[in-house]
């Protein structure tokens, strides 16, 4: 098995692939402080984004990485996140606020078996 805790559909791989295109850069991902379902990742380019001693990676999404708050960690540990994008404007700073698409998350609970690859 190949357990992650984050990845994201196919509208959203198609948005990531534009903006690396559009913006000629890497790109990663740092979830918004919100607590459920709905809400933002930003979207920077790599090098815009300093990623803390305190900011966990929970994997990446088509090359980018994909990070959070080791304290929003904590709420989020045992859920899987899909990124999705869809119509309406992005926050101001993340990179598809222009492109009149916006990324999502969506979140559902592990399961036993990934809980017991991902939580050892």
């Known amino acids: 098995m190949n357990s992650s805790r984050v ?4 509208i ?4 990531i692939a534009k903006l690396k295109q559009l913006h000629n850069c890497d790109l990663l991902f740092h ?20 990623v803390g001693a305190s900011d966990v990676k929970l994997g990446e999404i088509e ?6 708050s080791a304290a ?8 899987h ?7 309406g404007r992005g926050s101001g700073f993340s990179l598809e606020a ?3 698409m916006r990324f999502l998350t969506r979140s559902r609970l592990l399961t036993d078996s990934e809980k017991g690859e991902l939580l050892g």
């Open 12 to 15: 959203a791989a198609e948005l």
């Open 98 to 100: 222009p492109e009149g």
């Open 63 to 68: 090359g980018c990485g994909f990070y959070m």
């Open 7 to 10: 990845s994201c559909t196919p």
């Open 81 to 87: 996140l899909m990124i999705d994008a869809v119509p």
């Open 31 to 50: 979830q918004s402080g919100g607590c459920c379902d709905g809400s933002a990742p930003m979207c920077y380019p790599i090098d815009d984004f300093k």
């Open 72 to 79: 929003q960690f904590e709420y989020w540990q045992h859920t």
